[in-house]
């Protein structure tokens, strides 16, 4: 896989691990519980199978950005954009896929099916997604 040469950032973002203390709208305590189950799936696989993980979160000079970057020994291993109930895929999760061959999964909650893309982007409903996750 290729390294990405863009900016991968460690913690611009803040998420809660209890989501009753998360203020907005459905949006965006929908992304902060997909950040809550990555982080575990990360840890899990980190500590139990001492695999070299990282959850990070991507953005360009430009400022476009994906939601998570799980990181498998300091390169991207899969880029993962949480939204509500989009039916589209974000622009900024298809340009960085596109851009630097990179796996990609738009975990949608109100999804009712998985859709292929192409060969490196899928859609997924939010339920199918975190059954997946290690913990």
Known sequence: MRVFRGRVNKSPKIYFYDTGLVKGDSGIIFENLVANSLQKHVSGLKDIKGEDKKLMYLRDKENREVDFAIIDEDEIDLLVEAKLSD??????????????NLK?????????????????????PAENFLKTLFM
């Open 87 to 100: 039916t589209e895929i974000s622009q900024h999760l298809r340009y960085f896929s596109t851009k630097n």
């Open 104 to 124: 990609a999964v738009q975990v949608v909650n109100n999804a009712r099916h998985e859709l292929s893309k192409s060969d490196l982007i899928r859609m997924v």
